[in-house]
């Protein structure tokens, strides 16, 4: 484990955030360790970490019974911002907690399914509408489901003085 990160996947760790993603994504190399029902030894979490460096982490306020499904879930957070990885790089750049709003609703062809249609502005071709739309309904979306994520510049309400 020498030169590695060492992961603890624990409900006592730092809370799983994008930007915790980022900074692991950094890393030369990431070493998981799972414990079941109470966890792993205090003493071989000291001993790992007098040999390089260790993180707890935790994916959520819950117990899982074994730490495997919150290292893969960290795994997949980590994984997804590795250089190459995706195609398009710039397509990370808009997506939930990137910038502290969440992503803006996402439609798919046809047009029209089952009677519900795509927001005209999206198929009109004015790019500077679209982002606008697209930003609108970002702060909306994190206004009504996780206003805790809105930064100071988002909070109030379109047309109220703050």
């Given at each position: 484990?020498?030169?590695?990160?060492?992961?603890?996947?624990?409900?006592?760790?730092?809370?799983?955030t994008q930007?915790?993603?980022?900074?692991?994504?950094?890393?030369?190399?990431?070493?998981?360790?799972?414990?079941?029902?109470?966890?792993?030894?205090?003493?071989?979490l000291d001993?790992?970490?007098?040999?390089?460096?260790?993180?707890?982490?935790?994916?959520?306020?819950?117990?899982?019974?074994?730490?495997?499904?919150?290292?893969?879930?960290?795994?997949?957070?980590?994984?997804?911002?590795?250089?190459?990885?995706?195609?398009?790089?710039?397509?990370?750049?808009?997506?939930?907690?990137?910038?502290?709003?969440?992503?803006?609703?996402?439609?798919?062809?046809?047009?029209?399914?089952?009677?519900?249609?795509?927001?005209?502005?999206?198929?009109?071709?004015?790019?500077?509408?679209?982002?606008?739309?697209?930003?609108?309904?970002?702060?909306?979306?994190?206004?009504?489901?996780?206003?805790?994520?809105?930064?100071?510049?988002?909070?109030?309400?379109?047309?109220?003085?703050?």
């Amino acid at each position: 484990v020498d030169g590695a990160t060492v992961v603890v996947t624990t409900p006592s760790g730092e809370p799983l955030t994008q930007a915790l993603a980022r900074d692991l994504a950094g890393r030369r190399r990431l070493v998981f360790a799972c414990g079941r029902y109470e966890g792993i030894d205090q003493r071989v979490l000291d001993h790992a970490r007098s040999r390089t460096e260790g993180r707890e982490i935790s994916i959520g306020d819950y117990v899982l019974n074994g730490g495997e499904a919150a290292a893969l879930v960290i795994t997949e957070a980590v994984v997804r911002l590795l250089p190459g990885f995706r195609g398009n790089a710039e397509s990370l750049v808009e997506e939930s907690h990137e910038d502290g709003l969440l992503e803006y609703p996402s439609y798919t062809k046809p047009a029209v399914w089952r009677g519900r249609e795509i927001p005209p502005v999206l198929l009109g071709g004015n790019h500077a509408a679209v982002a606008a739309w697209r930003h609108e309904q970002r702060v909306e979306r994190t206004r009504r489901v996780r206003p805790d994520l809105l930064p100071p510049e988002e909070e109030a309400l379109p047309g109220s003085v703050a």
